[in-house]
């Protein structure tokens, strides 16, 4: 199976500043069809996952442009701009390439 | 809007067996992948299974085959994961989520399944 490595692990933010999260996959992710199925979801503390970005850098409906994806082949980030408090939570990056889809463990977005 | 229901959770001996299902609204389900992914508690997140539209092309994690089936009641807009000799290690909260691994936008709000004597 892809392994997905994120970092860090736990990430404490004061509000209004950014944040950075990193995601690497053990092999390229890029599929035969040009896509790179790579994914960012959020899961609130007691919420079911929640999308946010698509094939990398598309955000999903109704999520704010301070989040942003970036990245190629097999590294990956995601951004999120002027951090709010309902932005805590945890955050999986997870790969759709390859079956079965893998995910990071998680990365703990905290208010310092 | 996109809903999904997932029930049918509960308490389970090893060995035991089990069906949860998903109960889907505001979309064409007969037109979309369904899957179902686990989060064990305070755990990550892991790919259970995927079944295609008309319910002919399943795929399943290694762990799993043999013991548990995916399938799917388009005209009940439904899913289903009937989970048997279950096992300790598949304690987990069960999510249904729209697409296969190369899509779930959405995900219900889970069913819990616990496997303990």
């Known amino acids: 199976d892809v392994v997905m490595t994120q970092s860090p692990l736990s990430l404490p933010v004061t509000l209004g500043q950014s944040a950075s999260i990193s995601c690497r996959s053990s092999q390229s992710l890029v599929y035969s069809d040009g896509n790179t199925y790579l994914y960012w979801f959020q899961q609130r503390p007691g919420q079911s996952p929640r999308r946010l970005i698509y094939h990398v850098s598309k955000r999903d409906s109704g999520v704010p442009d301070r989040f942003s994806g970036s990245g190629s082949g097999t590294d990956f980030t995601l951004k999120i701009s002027r951090v709010e408090a309902d932005d805590v939570g945890v955050y999986y990056c997870?790969?759709?390439?390859?079956?079965?889809?893998?995910f990071g463990q998680g990365t703990k977005v905290e208010i310092k | 809007e996109v809903q999904l229901v997932e029930s049918g959770g509960g308490l389970v001996q090893p060995g035991g067996s089990l069906r949860v299902s998903c109960a889907a609204s505001?979309?064409?389900?007969?037109?979309?992948?369904m899957s179902w992914v686990r989060q064990a508690p305070g755990k990550g997140l892991e790919w259970v299974a995927n079944i295609n539209e008309d319910g002919s092309d399943k795929y399943y994690l290694d762990s799993v085959k043999g013991r548990f089936t995916i399938s799917r009641d388009n005209a009940k807009n439904s899913l289903y994961l009937q989970m048997n000799s279950l096992r300790v290690e598949d304690t987990a909260v069960y999510y249904c989520a729209r697409g296969g691994h190369r899509w779930a936008d959405y995900w219900g709000q889970g069913t819990l399944v616990t496997v303990s004597s």
């Open positions: 505001g979309f064409t389900f007969s037109g979309d992948w």
């Open positions: 997870m790969q759709g390439t390859y079956w079965p889809g893998t």
